[in-house]
């Protein structure tokens, strides 16, 4: 992943290109993993060209809670 976001309050990531990431396993997102208990705010970003082993290739929210904003995900 090319973000992980866990155990902590709120994150923020905001105007970036989120790219070329990979989710090695079964749980972890590509580009972004937002772990349980965690949440986190993606806004105004792209977030392109990431793949996972198994599940969420761009954006993974896993018993966690996030908003995403203003985004485009291809």
Known sequence: SVFVVSGT???NIHGLTIQEGYGQTYFSGGGVYVDYNSSATISQCRVTSNVAHVIGGGVLFYNSEGWI???TID
């Open 9 to 11: 309050g709120n994150v």
């Open 69 to 71: 904003i203003d985004c």
